[in-house]
């Protein structure tokens, strides 16, 4: 379901009432080119969005799952919806239609390579393991 939340269509709802404040609120109270760090930030997008503002953004995650699926919606350079996605096919609960649970989701929604490459980006990193370690 992190796949849906982060990296499809229908999680850009969801990521806008998410990442929109703290965006406006780093755009407020930061100067563009200042360094942020994002705790905590599962497979990346919120880096991503941070560094698509201009900042310079870290990102610190201690899941290794979340690890690796950032590291292919980060690094490997997917093309826009070049994958299919099966989030729910151990989910049997609250399904409106008897095979809800066997629909595919396209990922990623957008290029972590373009976005990341646009004139006004800063830069991003991405560091594993504990927060306060």
């Not at 109270?29 to 900042?55: D, K, N, Q």
């Not at 826009?80 to 399904?95: D, E, I």
Request: aromatic residues 10%; proline residues 4%; contains cysteine.
């Amino acid at each position: 379901r992190q796949f849906v939340r982060e990296w499809s269509v229908e999680g850009e709802e969801e990521r806008r009432q998410c990442f929109e404040p703290v965006i406006d609120a780093l755009k407020r109270y930061v100067p563009v080119g200042g360094r942020v760090i994002v705790p905590g930030c599962g497979m990346g997008r919120s880096v991503l969005e941070v560094c698509a503002a201009g900042y310079e953004a870290l990102g610190n995650e201690f899941s290794y799952h979340m690890l690796i699926a950032s590291n292919l919606m980060l690094n490997v350079g997917l093309d826009k919806f070049t994958m299919k996605v099966f989030p729910y096919l151990m989910s049997l609960g609250g399904r409106k239609k008897k095979d809800a649970h066997l629909r595919g989701i396209e990922v990623p929604d957008v290029s972590a390579y373009d976005m990341a490459c646009s004139s006004e980006s800063g830069s991003m990193g991405m560091s594993a393991g504990e927060f306060v370690e």
